[in-house]
């Protein structure tokens, strides 16, 4: 299984990657929207895991992108707190939302089941 | 009785509008180490099988004393800022004034993509209330970083002559801050705009 994962906070971003290669996801990552768009365009990703709250562009704006470029990528985003409007916005068309700090089996989890 | 309860409202928001930043920031320190945390926890596992080099877990680490390092900075300067208004009025040093305003906006620039710079090589001190002199230069540097975005960073400088806390914008980016000369003026300031690009607090004096 072959997923994106983009966050604007490096250390957290490499090394859930890691951590998810020794569980058999392969996973890339990139801490900015313009880069995943690059990306989504060179590699056939299954899922991508997006913060919802980014520099730039936005979580939420990254997926209409990635969309556009990948219709049938599915997504799960991540939230540092989860606010009330972050719900709203994220969960009426995410297929999962997960709040920060995350487990790593519950992912998974979202992931596979995205 | 409306101009009060309408001051208090807006300094309660920025209350919130600071402590919402940080304690965001610290849900992400806290993700970090624990991503690192349970990253170690696999790589002991990789060391059982006799799979693992030192320097993967000296990496690992490292990262989580970075981030103990970083969450300990967000809780000073939380600190310090919740204990501003402990005193109505009080000796301001505008360096340190510059430094925390500095770091409270620091995220508010990184989500415009620009970054905030210090220089208060020189400085002075000024009577006044030190939460309402922070929130002036918060609210500048906030004006200033969305103006400024991937322009480049804005900065915050204390100077002693005159006595000042001067924000500036990259050149050939203008930005306004007249909407807070009423905050300038309540905290025994004015705003003196010599460029576009640069709003300087100016104080009377000491």
Redesign the interface.
């Known amino acids: 299984m072959k997923i994106l994962l983009v966050d604007?906070?490096i250390?957290?971003i490499s090394?859930?990657a890691?951590?998810l290669s020794?569980r058999g996801i392969d996973a890339d990552w990139t801490d900015n929207g313009d880069q995943a768009i690059e990306l989504a365009r060179e590699n056939d990703y299954e899922v991508a895991v997006l913060d919802v709250?980014?520099?730039?562009m936005s979580g939420l704006e990254l997926r209409e992108h990635l969309k556009a470029i990948k219709p049938e990528m599915r997504f799960v985003f991540l939230s540092?707190?989860g606010s009330e409007q972050d719900f709203r916005e994220g969960s009426a068309k995410a297929s999962s939302y997960l709040i920060?700090?995350?487990n790593?089996d519950e992912l998974i989890e979202r992931v596979k089941n995205a | 009785m409306d101009t009060v309860n309408t001051d208090g409202r807006e300094r309660l928001k920025f209350f919130g509008r600071v402590t919402?930043s940080a304690?965001?920031d610290l849900?992400?320190v806290?993700?970090?180490?624990?991503?690192?945390a349970?990253?170690l926890e696999?790589l002991c596992l990789?060391a059982e099988r006799g799979q693992l080099t030192p320097d993967r877990l000296t990496h690992?680490s490292g990262?989580i004393r970075?981030?103990v390092n970083r969450g300990n900075g967000i809780i000073r300067r939380l600190n310090d800022f919740a204990h501003t208004p402990d005193v109505d009025e009080t000796n301001v040093d505008l360096a340190e004034a510059a430094l925390l305003a500095a770091g409270l906006s620091a995220r508010f620039a990184?989500?415009?993509?620009t970054s905030i710079e210090t220089d208060t090589a020189s400085t002075a001190t000024v009577r006044g209330s030190k939460f309402e002199v922070v929130r002036l230069a918060c609210g500048l540097l906030e004006i200033a970083a969305d103006a400024a975005k991937?322009a480049g960073p804005v900065s915050i400088r204390s100077t002693a002559a005159p006595t000042a806390l001067e924000i500036a914008a990259p050149e050939g980016v203008s930005f306004d801050g007249s909407a807070l000369a009423p905050l300038a003026e309540s905290a025994g300031a004015s705003l003196d705009s010599s460029a576009p690009h640069h709003v300087a607090i100016v104080f009377g004096d000491a």
């Open positions: 604007d906070e250390e957290l090394a859930l890691e951590r020794f709250k980014m520099p730039g540092g707190h920060k700090p995350i790593i | 919402a304690t965001h849900k992400n806290l993700a970090i180490v624990n991503e690192n349970g990253l696999d990789l690992a990262r970075e981030q990184q989500l415009r993509e991937t």
